[in-house]
Every structure is written in structure tokens, then in C-alpha cells.
């Protein structure tokens, strides 16, 4: 089992960057794939972006592409989420995940059996 904690959320304005970080506890992190999802108010938890277990591989939604960079350091045990650009509509609670890893990079929610508490991203207009 593994233990998630994100952090790095805040308020910031529309335009300006901001690097998620999300630290793992419990097994080793290299056993996993990861990703970030988010939850906009009134909305369901989306997918953003997925990194296969050694970093060589990764996926994002439509809506981040370009924007948005995840990353891993299994030495830290940690993945990134470097956001920049943002725009009002990036505001949510950002949460990370894990699953075992697989051959098949996923942005399927429920694939996911790992969660992080979430931390809080508002980007103002």
C-alpha cells in the first residue's frame, strides 16, 4: 500500500505557473504508476495527466496539453505537476493517484487505487 500527500495548491492569477508536488509513503514508489486528476466545484474528478512507473511515458488530457508537465523522482518518491498558463477554469482540487504498475498507461479513473487528500488550486481572472 501506499500513502499519497499532495501539496503546492494556492491562489494565484490567470497567466502564472505553479508546480504541484505529491509525496509517496509506504511501498516503493517505482511499483507504481501515478497521475493527477482534478475536481472543479460542481463538477465530476477529471483526468489531467499519468506517468508510466519509470517516467518514460506519460498522458494528458486535451484541455492541459501543452500547459501542464508531469514528472517523477522515484529517488524522492514524489511526481510533479508543473502547471503553467493557468486559466480560471484550471480552478479545482487537485488530487494525485496511484495503481500498480502496468504495461498500459491509464487516465481511468476508478483504475486508480491509490488517492491523495487533494490540495486546492484557484486561479483568479
Known amino acids: 500500500q501506499v500513502r499519497l500527500v499532495e501539496s503546492g495548491g494556492g491562489l494565484v492569477q490567470a497567466g502564472d505557473s505553479l508546480r504541484l508536488s505529491c509525496a509517496a509513503s509506504?511501498?516503493?514508489?517505482?511499483?507504481?504508476?501515478a497521475g493527477w486528476f482534478r475536481q472543479a466545484p460542481g463538477k465530476e474528478r477529471a483526468f489531467v495527466a499519468a506517468i508510466n512507473w519509470s517516467g518514460s511515458s506519460t498522458l494528458y488530457a486535451d484541455s492541459v496539453k501543452g500547459r501542464f508537465t508531469i514528472s517523477r523522482d522515484n529517488a524522492k518518491n514524489t511526481e510533479y505537476l508543473q502547471m503553467n498558463s493557468l486559466k480560471p477554469e484550471d480552478t479545482a482540487i487537485y488530487y494525485c493517484?496511484?495503481?500498480?504498475?502496468?504495461?498500459?498507461?491509464?487516465?481511468?479513473?476508478?483504475?486508480?487505487?491509490?488517492w491523495g487528500q487533494g490540495t486546492q488550486v484557484t486561479v483568479s481572472s
Open positions: 509506504g511501498r516503493t514508489f517505482s511499483t507504481y504508476d
Open positions: 493517484a496511484a495503481r500498480p504498475r502496468s504495461s498500459i498507461l491509464l487516465g481511468t479513473e476508478r483504475m486508480y487505487e491509490y
